[in-house]
């Protein structure tokens, strides 16, 4: 496969990453108690979860967080 193109910042800047599958992406986002969006943060689809756990919920009131388990550490 070939790297995604440099005059659009190349792969890092896109948010594409290696993984075992390949070229991946991963989609990080907040939403409220119906479904819409409210936060959304692109990763490489090797970076970690946890390094997007903050930034989604920083700022923001609840009373209850459903997350993967991507996101769990005793930090957050």
Not at 9 to 16: D, P, V
Not at 39 to 66: H, K, M, N, Y
Request: charged fraction near 20%; proline fraction near 5%; aromatic fraction near 4%.
């Amino acid at each position: 496969m070939l790297p995604a193109p440099q005059k659009s910042g190349g792969q890092e800047a896109q948010a594409l990453g290696r993984s075992r599958g390949g070229v991946s992406t991963k989609i990080h986002i907040t939403v409220d108690g119906l479904g819409n969006p409210l936060r959304l943060r692109l990763t490489a689809g090797q970076a970690s979860d946890l390094g997007q756990a903050i930034p989604l919920v920083d700022g923001l009131a609840f009373e209850r967080l459903i997350a993967d388990r991507g996101y769990a550490a005793q930090e957050f």
